[in-house]
């Protein structure tokens, strides 16, 4: 079973948070809030959008790569393991 079919209630309780946060957005935008405002929560969308798209690539590479038996070297392992550590500083 796919990662993303396992994990879907999850993933679809954090698009429905960020649907939230978008939301805001444009609520914000209808107020006329002040730029500072929206930025804050345009920000905020953002940085949930990257975390949902590391979970998924991180999902990705273990079930795709390195939790496959007997496929992958021990460096190659590590090596994708690594990736995914970086990705997660990079979307902080």
């Known amino acids: ?3 993303t079919v396992r994990d879907k209630a999850r993933l679809i309780r954090r698009v429905q948070r960020l ?3 978008v939301d805001a957005v444009k609520r914000a935008l ?10 804050l929560r345009i920000t905020t ?3 949930a959008l990257d975390s949902l ?8 590479v273990h079930e ?3 939790d496959r038996p ?4 021990a460096s190659e392992v590590r090596a994708a393991r690594d990736l995914v550590g970086i990705l ?5």
């Open 30 to 39: 209808e107020d006329e809030r002040a730029c500072g405002d929206i930025m």
């Open 64 to 66: 795709h790569m390195v």
């Open 19 to 21: 649907s939230g946060q």
């Open 1 to 3: 079973m796919a990662h």
């Open 88 to 92: 997660r500083r990079y979307v902080r």
């Open 53 to 60: 798209m590391a979970e998924v690539v991180e999902g990705h």
């Open 45 to 47: 969308a953002r940085g």
């Open 70 to 73: 007997g496929r992958r070297t």
